[in-house]
């Protein structure tokens, strides 16, 4: 069975500070894997997207990147937060593009 | 561009009585896949139900919904509310099977609170 595994559950960080979210799926090869972020009050915004190892799409400019060091791994990071930043991060992966997506637990970033 | 409205942010019910969450959205593609996910507090949001077939009902734990492309909407319904039904839904749509960014694009979420 395959299992999605997201840190940390929650980072309460300094404006202007490095931020690293992390992400792992397990039981799955090469699956497709995104980012997604809601705002307080917001909605479930994507906002990078992965289909293969080392190739990343950014779909929403939040000052913000993102990795695929591995084809299990996918990293969410910035160097310099804003207060924007803020919300509830979501990790997810899908078998093919339109299908399924199954979530992580998520992140919940307060910057202050 | 495309897009997802959910007009009820909180729907507040009384156990027993039947659920309708009301989703439409807007596309130039004629063949969308919309779906339906359910967050429960303190869990990972997961897949409720999903169609792509236009007129065709799709049904999973008690709630069904149908794709109706001359309107453009995927309502949500359950006959009759259970306590446990309570929790956000947010619908969903892919513009097209493999579409360029793989972007599912979310509505803004209806929260249903079920009451004894």
């Known amino acids: 069975a395959q299992t999605i595994h997201q840190w940390p559950v929650a980072e309460i960080k300094a404006v202007g500070s490095p931020l690293s979210l992390g992400c792992t799926i397990k039981?799955?090869?090469?699956?497709?894997l995104y980012w997604y972020w809601q705002a307080t009050g917001g909605t479930l915004q994507q906002l990078f997207y992965?289909?293969?190892?080392?190739?990343v799409e950014s779909v929403v400019q939040l000052n913000l990147s993102a990795s695929r060091p591995k084809d299990d791994q996918f990293i969410l990071s910035t160097e310099k937060l804003l207060l924007s930043h803020s919300g509830f991060y979501l990790c997810a992966w899908s078998w093919f593009s339109a299908e399924t997506l199954y979530f992580g637990s998520g992140t919940r970033l307060t910057v202050l | 561009g495309d897009s997802v409205t959910q007009t009820e942010g909180l729907v507040t019910l009384t156990e027993g009585l039947p659920v309708m969450l009301n989703c439409t959205y807007q596309t130039i593609y004629s063949n969308p896949f919309l779906f339906w996910y359910v967050h429960y507090l303190n869990e990972s949001p997961r897949l409720l139900l999903k169609?792509?077939?236009?007129?065709k009902r799709t049904e999973h734990q008690g709630f069904h919904a149908t794709l109706h492309k001359s309107s453009s909407s995927f309502h949500l319904q359950k006959s009759s509310a259970q306590l446990s039904d309570s929790a956000l839904y947010y619908c969903a749509l892919s513009p097209h099977y493999g579409g360029s960014g793989n972007k599912l694009i979310f509505g803004t979420g209806t929260l249903l609170s079920v009451k004894p």
């Open positions: 169609s792509s077939t236009d007129n």
């Open positions: 039981g799955k090869s090469s699956p497709n």
């Open positions: 992965s289909i293969t190892v080392g190739q």
